[in-house]
């Protein structure tokens, strides 16, 4: 298939696999991979401190019998201010276990269903002159886009630090690139350079 690029003159396209570009949309296998994408960002950064490692409670308060007070063996006894937490929390993994053939399988739904909608959007290049916001905003009005992600082939560091102070507007290089991003914008733009490697990426 190929998918037309967008430029002044009007005409032009770039030939680009079905595989990666055509393929059928799969709704349940993108929740899947987002959702552990997204668990896997989770710290789990948690802890409590049982009986046992709260510090102190070496001596028994008071002597079993006879003061009228309950029994009691240890001031480290979750009953106790400053004792120990009965059922501590733990550092935990919210990781979820997705292979790389159903990561790409994802991404490649994603793209295929992006250039169906006609939300992906083909430039010649991203050429602005200087790393100022000012430049990319003129650039995307040009393409009357607003809400984008934008995947260079590298690392654009003009394009990146343009694109900083931007709402609404990101910049990935292929390399960068994951199903989040992807679909948390209304339009993907990028090179025909960015094509090429995605399909190499995907393939």
Request: charged share 25%.
């Amino acid at each position: 298939m190929d998918l037309a690029i967008r430029n002044a003159s009007g005409d032009g396209s770039v030939s680009v696999s079905d595989a990666v570009f055509g393929a059928d949309l799969k709704p349940g296998l993108i929740h899947q991979v987002v959702t552990a994408y997204l668990a896997a960002g989770r710290a789990g950064t948690k802890a409590q401190k049982t009986r046992s490692e709260v510090s102190g409670g070496g001596q028994k308060p008071w002597r079993q019998k006879g003061t009228g007070r309950a029994r009691s063996g240890t001031t480290r006894s979750p009953l106790w201010r400053g004792g120990g937490v009965t059922f501590a929390a733990r550092p935990g993994d919210y990781g979820q276990k997705v292979n790389r053939k159903m990561y790409r399988g994802a991404v490649r739904s994603i793209l295929s269903e992006l250039a169906r909608q006609g939300r992906l959007v083909v430039v010649p290049e991203i050429a602005i002159a200087e790393p100022k916001t000012k430049a990319l905003v003129a650039f995307l009005k040009g393409l009357d886009l607003s809400d984008c992600l934008i995947l260079t082939d590298g690392r654009d560091e003009q394009v990146f630090l343009a694109s900083r102070n931007l709402p609404g507007v990101d910049v990935l290089s292929v390399q960068e690139v994951d199903p989040v991003s992807l679909i948390a914008f209304e339009t993907l733009v990028l090179t025909p350079e960015a094509v090429k490697k995605l399909e190499e990426r995907l393939a």
